[in-house]
């Protein structure tokens, strides 16, 4: 827990304006985190990319933001998401049927109840009917990989947040999607939020090595495999990703070359860039450097 709030306040010493914490199945609590991280910063706006929605009613999600704005307020950005199948079937039990339309239901909620202050809703999964004093009007982007999600994120969202996802597939297909749904219910795209892995190095087989080994997780989930064969990456007949993916997918180089292909992704019209540094040998270090180029940018 430490960690995170500390990486919260030296990206906020750094000049960056955003960090972004993940949140595991058997983790610690992000959004208890946050409250901690809000509490030993004062500008930095702090997100969640992403808390699994379902492990938890939207009620006592909303509960949790407002305590959260009652700290920081206006300094949150709040992902949520269907997470995976497996992770929430296999630890939390939770029925994983219609995923996508349980998160529609969850977005029916929070969403007017951030930005009006109450809601009524009767669905399949979820009933909600309640008021706050104030509507703080909280952003809540969700987590998106196929196409669908990306058009429900353009319907209800403040944004939809990729992971791991090529620059080709986000052209192709996200962004596509993402402004069809907003079309279809007459309302401006919301923010296109590109996850960016990135290692500071010039030493290309390292990032091939380290990348291929952080992603096999990825590859061995048949959604992620269907997705990195959709943007033009199969998998390798192992069950590796392949080293045309990772050149894709991760920004390497210097801290002046890797400053310079985060400006070229954001001139494709990503709006928000979550940075993830890959993991190496002194992390803490690897870390530094990076958050020394985002306060750069």
Request: hydrophobic content about 45%.
């Amino acid at each position: 827990s430490e960690a995170v709030v500390d990486v919260c306040v030296r990206a906020e010493r750094a000049n960056v304006a955003h960090a972004w914490s993940v949140m595991p199945a058997t983790a610690l609590d992000t959004l208890t985190l946050l409250a901690a991280a809000a509490t030993k910063t004062e500008r930095i706006t702090l997100g969640t990319s992403i808390v699994p929605a379902f492990t938890r009613h939207p009620l006592s999600f909303l509960t949790q933001v407002m305590a959260l704005e009652g700290l920081a307020p206006g300094r949150f950005d709040l992902g949520i998401g269907t997470a995976h199948a497996r992770t929430m079937v296999d630890v939390y039990h939770v029925d994983f049927d219609r995923p996508l339309r349980r998160l529609t239901e969850y977005l029916e909620i929070v969403q007017p109840a951030l930005k009006t202050g109450f809601v009524h809703f009767t669905g399949d999964y979820y009933q909600a009917d309640f008021s706050f004093p104030e509507a703080p009007g909280t952003t809540v982007p969700i987590a998106a990989l196929r196409a669908p999600a990306f058009r429900l994120a353009g319907r209800l969202a403040d944004g939809a947040m990729s992971w791991n996802c090529p620059t080709a597939y986000i052209q192709r297909v996200a962004m596509p999607a993402l402004e069809e749904g907003a079309a279809s219910v007459g309302r401006e795209r919301p923010r296109m939020m590109v996850h960016v892995p990135v290692m500071v190095t010039t030493d290309r087989a390292e990032v091939h090595r380290r990348a291929g080994e952080q992603l096999r997780y990825y590859a061995a989930a048949p959604f992620y495999a269907r997705m990195f064969g959709d943007a033009g990456y199969p998998l390798k007949p192992d069950g590796a990703v392949t080293p045309e993916l990772i050149d894709d997918l991760v920004v390497s180089g210097t801290a002046d070359e890797i400053a310079a292909q985060l400006r070229q992704r954001l001139d494709l019209g990503f709006d928000v860039l979550m940075v993830n540094p890959l993991r190496t040998e002194d992390d803490a270090r690897h870390e530094d450097q990076v958050l020394e180029v985002l306060g750069s940018l």
